[in-house]
């Protein structure tokens, strides 16, 4: 769409303040910020709309507007609601920066304008599509405008007669078709996931073709719009996309899986079903766009508690998070942070993007269908490192005083597999989840229990890993910092003299003091859990003491036996 159709709109409320020659400049998408400098997320041809906190004199003005005039955005438009009147000093950088300005009526919502800016754009680019594949051309035309990717897979079930689903990086179900038969269970998703992330990172031919219990499957990448060619006449050179392009999109990629092998498929409908996955990307756009308030709301937060603020102001920050994430909610919720790290050999690729948009997924319900679930979660990033924020209804947090929210253990279960293929050979994801706290007093130490996790779950080996905040406060916090060297001299000088008699004898001394110390040292409940007399758990308990030379009725020793066990 053109900036000019935008003042042709009274209810967006927008006034020309500059720019009047530029009118005729296409806009690709829309963006609401208030960072200094938010230049990584521009892409260019953006509409950005800016309520001004981030303008404390004028001295910030000329940074900011370079810095969109330099990523090629649309235009600049600049809320009353704060400041009232546009201040001058911003119309004058604008003028000499050539960038159109306007001006938002503080009785205008900036989500008004996302909404309005986001449907035409992606009617706009339904309709591209729809000229590219003229044959199919009411496939095309029911894209995200006219109810979803779910209808554009009903019309290939019912027009092409093939079954399909888009699927996340994670293996969670995005959208599937409600006319062809049953969805896919979890496990085909999270195998479909793996398959589809291996053959990314390995630059295998596209579509890439999978045979699951006898089913075949060909999976098409989802990549959204501007982020690199993907019509079937693409050319083999944009198969072969860099290694460094592969790590920095594989993982939070869409994809889609037909039931169906595309090994012969003519050309024609290899681009239909290419045409299929750019309208699927305009809803990924559109996603992502209805995520960047949940986003600055999660920077914002992440600055005030990193930099020290009062807790009064991050708690005012948190009330107007808290009706975003959690519409409707009566009371202010609790709140969990998740920490999460993507790592590559290297470390020339920045993680944080990646692991920003791998916390999106893997912090919904993997049986939460649709695009939307995510909306209750706000992920910052900064670096290589990713940090959510993730509500709790309070009345949840507080029945019965037991455990609640998310739990590391169970966290990845279902996307361990298809993580690790995508990060298998060089990458590494970890994750740390902190307990929830109920004020802006706690957020702060929440933050630090995550991290800590996080350094915990790092240490260990795997290419995905978390762990949570229970874990602090045992020795299972410190096991994982001890060097090589240490952990196998004080493991070998405990435990090989018991290995080398088990090997000669069949003694079992190994499993006996492993039950002794669960037991407690009871002699009663160590003897009944082994089924034996207590006189041979005597005998067995001797032998340990002799080949070690240590007594198991102290405390030390116990300790020590204990500490073996866990590192070997």
Not at 378 to 388: F, L, M, N, P, S
Not at 403 to 408: D, H, P, S
């Amino acid at each position: 769409m053109r900036l000019r159709a935008l003042l042709d709109t009274d209810a967006l409320g927008l006034r020309l303040l500059g720019g009047e020659e530029e009118l005729d400049r296409t806009v690709r998408g829309v963006m609401t910020t208030d960072l200094r400098d938010p230049s990584r997320y521009l892409a260019g041809g953006e509409l950005v709309l800016t309520g001004l906190a981030w303008r404390r004199d004028a001295s910030d003005t000329e940074p900011f507007v370079r810095i969109l005039a330099s990523a090629g955005v649309a235009a600049l438009a600049a809320g009353e609601a704060e400041l009232g009147d546009v201040p001058d000093d911003i119309v004058e950088a604008c003028a000499r920066h050539r960038l159109p300005l306007f001006a938002v009526n503080e009785s205008v919502a900036f989500a008004t304008i996302t909404e309005h800016v986001v449907r035409q754009v992606s009617g706009e680019r339904a309709g591209d599509l729809a000229a590219v594949v003229d044959r199919h051309r009411r496939l095309m035309t029911s894209g995200p405008t006219g109810g979803g990717p779910d209808v554009v897979l009903d019309l290939l079930g019912s027009d092409l007669d093939l079954r399909a689903w888009v699927l996340s990086p994670a293996g969670r179900a995005i959208a599937g078709s409600s006319a062809t038969g049953p969805a896919l269970s979890t496990a085909v998703c999270a195998r479909l996931a793996a398959e589809h992330l291996a053959a990314a990172r390995t630059g295998r031919r596209r579509p890439h073709r999978v045979q699951l219990d006898g089913t075949t499957y060909s999976l098409f990448p989802v990549r959204s719009s501007g982020r690199g060619p993907a019509s079937a006449s693409a050319t083999a050179a944009a198969s072969a996309a860099s290694l460094r392009d592969a790590r920095e999109t594989v993982l939070s990629d869409w994809f889609l899986a037909v039931e169906a092998d595309a090994g012969d498929w003519p050309e024609e409908r290899l681009d239909l079903l290419q045409g299929v996955t750019q309208l699927i990307a305009v809803e990924r756009d559109r996603r992502d766009a209805a995520r960047t308030v949940r986003r600055r709301l999660a920077q914002e937060v992440l600055e005030l508690v990193q930099t020290g603020a009062a807790p009064a102001e991050i708690a005012a920050r948190l009330r107007v998070a808290a009706p975003v994430l959690l519409p409707g909610l009566g009371a202010a919720p609790h709140w969990q942070v998740v920490v999460a790290r993507v790592e590559w050999d290297g470390g020339e690729i920045e993680g944080g993007p990646v692991a920003q948009s791998l916390l999106e997924e893997i912090l919904v319900d993997p049986l939460a269908a649709g695009p939307e679930p995510s909306d209750r979660i706000a992920v910052a990033h900064t670096g290589d490192e990713a940090i959510a924020l993730v509500p709790l209804p309070a009345v949840s947090a507080e029945h019965d005083g037991s455990e609640t929210g998310l739990l590391a253990d169970t966290l990845l279960e279902s996307v361990r597999d298809p993580l690790s293929a995508g990060l298998d050979g060089d990458g590494r994801l970890t994750l740390g989840v902190s307990a929830s706290v109920h004020s802006a007093e706690g957020l702060r130490g929440a933050l630090e229990e995550a991290r800590h996790a996080r350094r915990v779950a790092a240490a260990r080996p795997g290419r995905v890993c978390a762990a949570g905040h229970q874990e602090l406060a045992s020795h299972v916090l410190l096991l994982p910092f001890v060097p090589d060297d240490v952990r196998k001299a004080f493991t070998a000088r405990l435990l090989d003299p018991l290995r080398d008699y088990d090997r000669r004898h069949r003694a079992e001394l190994i499993p006996t003091l492993e039950a002794f110390l669960d037991c407690d040292g009871s002699w009663t409940r160590c003897a009944a859990r082994l089924h034996l007399h207590v006189n041979t758990l005597r005998y067995r308990v001797g032998r340990i003491e002799q080949l070690t030379s240590r007594d198991l009725s102290r405390l030390e020793d116990k300790l020590d036996f204990f500490l073996a066990l866990r590192m070997s």
